[in-house]
C-alpha cells in the first residue's frame, strides 16, 4: 500500500471549514484513498473513501486530485467534537496478502478551538 | 455506537499472565481484524480472519493468537504477557475479506495494563 504524508498539527477555529492535505504521491490506480479519525483513545472511526471523484458525505468532503497524488479532506462547518487525530490511508481494493489491512500512519492532530 | 463490541474494556494484570480479549462485529459482518494501538508504535494490524479462517497477519508475536468462532465473534488471546503489551486493542470489522472498497467499522477497545 502507498505512503501517505500528513502536517502532525493543524488549528482551526469552530464554525470554520477545516482541510485537512495528504500526500500519496506513490499511489497505484487500484488504491483508495481512505479517512478515518480517533478521538482521545477511542476507537477509530470511518468518515469517507474515494478512488478518483470527489466525494461527500454527511461527515465530510474529500477531494482528490486529478492525478490522484494527493487529497484533502473538508469539515465543512468544525466543531470541538471534530477534535481528532485524522488519518488519511491509502489501501489496495485488490485481494492477496494483505487483504484489508489498514496501514495508519501518525496522522493529523486536528484541534478545533472556539 | 459502531455496532463492534469489545470486552472487556479494561484489564489489568501481572507480567507472565495469559489474558483473553473478545470481539463481536457488526451484525452481518463476516470479517475481524484485530490492531495494536501503544504510545510508541501507534495503530498496528495484527491479524484478520473471514468467516472463522485466517486470512492475513500482521505484526503479530508468537505469544499471541486469535480465533474466529462459527458465530463469527473472535477473541485475541495474549499469553506471557510483558510490560511491553500495554496497550490498547481495538477489534474492527467489515462486510467482505477486505478486497473492494468495504470500509471498517472499530469497537471501543479494550486497555490492557500489565504490571
Known amino acids: 500500500d502507498a505512503k501517505t504524508t500528513q502536517p502532525p498539527s493543524m488549528d482551526c477555529a469552530e464554525g470554520r471549514a477545516a482541510n485537512l492535505p495528504c500526500n500519496h504521491s506513490t499511489i497505484s490506480g487500484n488504491e483508495y484513498v481512505y479517512w478515518y479519525r480517533q478521538i482521545h483513545s477511542q476507537g477509530p472511526q470511518y468518515i469517507i473513501h474515494g478512488l478518483k471523484n470527489n466525494e461527500t458525505n454527511e461527515m465530510a468532503s474529500l477531494i482528490i486530485t486529478e492525478d490522484r497524488k494527493s487529497s484533502t479532506l473538508i469539515l465543512p462547518h468544525a466543531t470541538l467534537r471534530d477534535t481528532a487525530v485524522y488519518y488519511c490511508i491509502v489501501r489496495s481494493n485488490a485481494g492477496g496478502t494483505s487483504y484489508g489491512k489498514l496501514t495508519f500512519g501518525q496522522g493529523t492532530i486536528l484541534t478545533v478551538h472556539p | 455506537d459502531s455496532g463492534v463490541t469489545q470486552t472487556p474494556k479494561h484489564l489489568i494484570t501481572a507480567t507472565g499472565q495469559r489474558v483473553t480479549l473478545r470481539c463481536s462485529p457488526r451484525s452481518g459482518d463476516l470479517s475481524v481484524y484485530w490492531y495494536q494501538q501503544s504510545l510508541d508504535q501507534g495503530l498496528q494490524f495484527l491479524i484478520q480472519?473471514?468467516?472463522?479462517?485466517?486470512?492475513a497477519k500482521g505484526n503479530i508475536l508468537e505469544r499471541f493468537s486469535a480465533q474466529q468462532f462459527p458465530d463469527l465473534h473472535s477473541e485475541l488471546n495474549l499469553s506471557s504477557l510483558e510490560l511491553g503489551d500495554s496497550a490498547l486493542y481495538f477489534c474492527?470489522?467489515?462486510?467482505?475479506?477486505?478486497?473492494?472498497?468495504?470500509?471498517?467499522?472499530f469497537g471501543p477497545g479494550t486497555r490492557l495494563t500489565v504490571t
Open positions: 480472519y473471514y468467516n472463522g479462517e485466517e486470512r
Open positions: 474492527a470489522s467489515s462486510v467482505a475479506p477486505g478486497a473492494g472498497s468495504y470500509e471498517q467499522y
